[in-house]
C-alpha cells in the first residue's frame, strides 16, 4: 500500500520551523502542568512478540515464560492454543483462570508481560534498526531514540525533537528530586525516633501525582517495617534480659543458703576439733567434717562464677538494647548526608535543564523566520490478523508493541514521494 505525503495541518505532516516554536512556548509554559496522554487511560493491549510470564499458584507444572506467536495466540498446556493478541493482561488472565478452574479447581493465575515485542524505525533517519518498547511510547520518541533525521543538521532545525527529550529529562529529574525529598523526611523521622508523615502539596501536577504517592507510600512501608524490625529485636533482647534476671535471682538465692550451710559447717568442725582434743571422738569424723566443709566452699566459689557470668550476660544484653538505637540513629545520619549531596546535584541538574529549555526556545524563535521548511512525515506499518498494514500517524500518536515506524522527509521543492 502506498501513502502520499500530503502538507495537511491535522495530518502527519507538518512543517518543523513553526511546529517547533509552538512546542518551546506551550512546553515552557505548561512544564508543570502537562495534560496526561490519552494512552495513560488504557489498558496495555498484548502483541504478537510479547513474552508472557504466567503463574498459576496451586500447580507450578503449569507456570512458564510462553511467547505469543504471530497468530495472536499462545501454547498453554491443557488449554491449548490462546488469542491473547489485542487483550489485555486482566482479560487474559480471567479467560485463562476461567478455563482452568474446568478442569483443576482451586487454582489462582497471574500474567504479567516479561518482555515487551521490540519495535523498529526505518526511513531518513541516522539509527535504523530495532529498539525496546514500553507502554505510552509515542512516534516521535521513538523517532527521537533513532537518532532523528539523518539529513546534515545544517539544513533541518530539531528544536522539536531536542524539546521533547529536554521535558523528559526534566520530568525523571523532578521525580528523582522528589524521591530524595521523601526519602530524607523517613531518614530524619528515623534519627529523631518520630512518626514518618509525609502529604502531597495541592500543586503536584495531576499527571505525577500517582507516581508521587507511590514514592510517599513506598517510603511509609520501609519506614514501618524497620520500625518493627527494630521492636522486633528490642523485644527479643528483653526477653533474653528477663531471664538472665531469673537466673540472677536463683543464683543469688542459692549463694545464700550455701554460705548459711558453709556456716553451719564451720561450727560443725570447730566442735569436732574440740572433741578430738578432749579425745571424745576420732580424727576421722574431724576430717569428714572438713571434707564436707571444703566441698560446700568449692560449689560455693562455682557458683559464684556463674552468677559473674550471668550479671555479666544482662549487661552485654542492655548494651545491645542501647546499640540497636545508637545504630538505626548512625544509619539515618550517614544516608541523610548522601541525600544531602545528592538533593544538591538534582536542582542543580533542573536549573540547567530549564536553561537548556530556554536556549531550545531562542533557537526556535530564530528558526521560524527561515524560508526553508521541511515536511516530515510518519507512517506505521502494523501487524493486523497476520498481515502488514501501513497507516499514516501523526507524531504524537502511540507506538504499539511489534510496530516499525517509518520517518520520511520531503525538502522544499521536491516531488512527493510515495511510501512502498
Known sequence: MSIKQKNK?????????????AWTFSSLLLLSSTVSPA?????????????????????????GVFPVGVDGTIGYPILGNIA????????????????????????????AVKEYAPVFVIGDVQKPGKYEYRPGMIALE?????????????????????????????????????????????????????????VLSSDTPTEDRDARQGVVDS?????????????????????????????????????????????LLEKNVNASQTLVDKGLTSQSTLRDTQRQLSAMRRDSLEFGSFLARAKQNENAIQQNLLALREQRSNDAASQLRDIDLDIMRL????????????????????????????????????????????????EH?????????????????????KIN
Not at 495541518?9 to 516554536?21: D, E, P
Open 84 to 111: 491473547v493478541a489485542d487483550h489485555s493482561i486482566p482479560e487474559v488472565t480471567g479467560s485463562i483462570s476461567q478455563a482452568l478452574l474446568q478442569h483443576i479447581p482451586g487454582l489462582s493465575v497471574s500474567v
Open 397 to 417: 500518536d502511540p507506538i504499539k508493541a511489534g510496530d516499525i515506524l517509518r520517518a520520511q522527509l520531503t525538502m522544499p521543492g521536491q516531488v512527493e514521494k
Open 142 to 198: 521513538l523517532f527521537a531514540l533513532s537518532g532523528g533525521l539523518k539529513q546534515d543538521a545544517g539544513k533541518i532545525d530539531a528544536a522539536g525533537v531536542q524539546l521533547v527529550a529536554a521535558r523528559q529529562d526534566y520530568s525523571d529529574t523532578s521525580l528523582q528530586l522528589f524521591a530524595q525529598e521523601v526519602r530524607e523526611a523517613r531518614l530524619k523521622a528515623e534519627l529523631d525516633d518520630k512518626p514518618f508523615e509525609y
Open 9 to 21: 495541518s491535522n495530518g502527519i505532516g507538518f512543517r518543523i520551523n513553526r511546529t517547533v516554536a
Open 219 to 263: 517510603e511509609r512501608r520501609l519506614f514501618d517495617l524497620r520500625l518493627a524490625t527494630l521492636a522486633s529485636q528490642e523485644q527479643a533482647l528483653k526477653a533474653q534480659t528477663q531471664n538472665y534476671r531469673e537466673e540472677i535471682q536463683t543464683l543469688e538465692e542459692s549463694t545464700r543458703l550455701r554460705n548459711d550451710e558453709i556456716s
Open 39 to 63: 494512552w495513560a487511560e488504557e489498558p496495555y493491549k498484548i502483541a504478537s512478540g510479547d513474552v508472557l510470564q504466567i503463574t498459576v499458584y496451586g500447580d507450578a507444572g503449569l507456570s
Open 347 to 394: 536542582r542543580k541538574k533542573l536549573s540547567f535543564i530549564v536553561q537548556t529549555m530556554s536556549e531550545i526556545g531562542a533557537s526556535a524563535q530564530r528558526a521560524s523566520t527561515r524560508e526553508e521548511s521541511i515536511k516530515l512525515t510518519f507512517s506505521v506499518l502494523r501487524n493486523v490478523n497476520g498481515d502488514y498494514k501501513e497507516t499514516e500517524l501523526s
